[in-house]
């Protein structure tokens, strides 16, 4: 399965947030959106980083509770992994799996198109058994 096909099951919606956006501002849209991460966005429209759940607390426990209302640029990662959407599942997480991360973001032409979490990729591999086990239980009962 390509991640195109995933996407259009799942949707293209991601939230995003500026560089400029407080911290505090960020766990806000998280819990809005109910989201574990957030594409930064930069002034000229393109990935400036990402950031998650994560990155705040590990930061939080360094830099103590004004991390809260610095800027999201403070914490953010911003070499950010990325896949397209002719990309397959499988490779995506090979990706994941290999560079520890949770969540992808899919460029198509350079421009974000959505955003794959580890639970997308574990949802899609759940119902791939789950077809394999009906068509296995279907051939015996056939035979």
Not at 29 to 53: F, K, Q
Not at 77 to 94: G, K, N, Q, W, Y
Not at 118 to 136: A, C, P, T, Y
């Amino acid at each position: 399965m390509r991640i195109a096909d995933l996407l259009r099951r799942k949707g293209t919606t991601v939230a995003t947030v500026t560089p400029e956006t407080t911290v505090t501002a960020l766990l806000a849209g998280l819990a809005e959106h109910n989201v574990g991460a957030m594409v930064v966005i930069g002034p000229d429209g393109g990935i400036a980083g990402i950031v998650s759940e994560r990155d705040v607390v590990r930061r939080l426990h360094d830099r103590g509770p004004a991390l809260l209302d610095g800027p999201v640029a403070d914490i953010m990662t911003r070499l950010v992994a990325h896949c397209s959407p002719d990309d397959s599942v499988e490779s995506l997480s090979v990706l994941m799996t290999e560079h520890r991360i949770r969540h992808v973001p899919v460029l198509s032409e350079g421009r974000l198109a959505g955003i794959v979490s580890i639970g997308d990729v574990v949802k899609n591999r759940m119902e791939e058994l789950e077809k394999s086990q009906e068509q296995l239980h279907a051939y015996i009962s056939q035979g």
